[in-house]
């Protein structure tokens, strides 16, 4: 049978992520591909959890979700000069992501195969403590950005417009800024729904009934992807407007994602029924 050839540009960013940085390329391509299975198992699995949800689908959002917060730091990894990715700084970086995220998703993996729920689980000592030790290593994890932040800003690769490298900074300390911040506000609730529950956004399982505290939590991870993404489409701007763009998107971002957590903390759903 003959197999499907990857084109030239599925090879080149593959090998350039590789050689960015190898570890963290490999952690997150296995972890993308673990969700692969953990979403097999929900086909093959029928347990509920008391929430009505698959006990896998928890793992598959996480495995996904950490999957390509590795990938990102990956091929962030560039942004610096080469000389420069084996410092202090970088090596961090790595052995945070590698940690934090190997911890959290074990429990989580682990709690799925037994049946149970991972967070918000405090129905024993152990899954006290384990809840506690969940959180401190999802801070080590989001804190793995600011070591990449203070490199890359330090030293960024040459010709890498400055504009762009502050983007890349900027997007870095809001995501553990917004999502380490709002993610410890939800971890010390008792759940993440606040108010009436019911209904749910397909893919991302949010309320729509009442507020959700993940919405915005998912905003302030995913700022260290928007902030460049709208770098790299202004970026055939002149400077000024460049400048002008990335520091007004990134106000507007976070102004965006207070005010949808303000809206959660209201119960009020982001997308009623």
Sequence with gaps: MATMARTPVERTMLAELLERQRTLAIYGLTLLGLAAGTLVLQAIDPRLLDSGVNVWVKPTKFLVSIGIFALTAAWFFGYARPERR?????RTTTLLILVGGSFELLYILWQASQGL???????????TIMYALMGLFAVLLVGSTLPLAWEIGRRPATRLPRDYVAAVVIGLLLTFLLGGMLGGYMSSQTGHAVGAQGGHVPLFGWNRSGGDLRVAHFLGIHAEQALPILAALVG??????RWAAIVGGASAYAAVTLAVFAQAIAGRPLLPL
Excluded: C, I, K, Q
């Design 236 to 241: 055939g701007l002149s400077a000024r407007l």
């Design 117 to 127: 729920e991972s967070h918000f689980n405090t129905g024993s000592l152990f899954h």
């Design 86 to 90: 084996r410092s202090l700084p970088m």
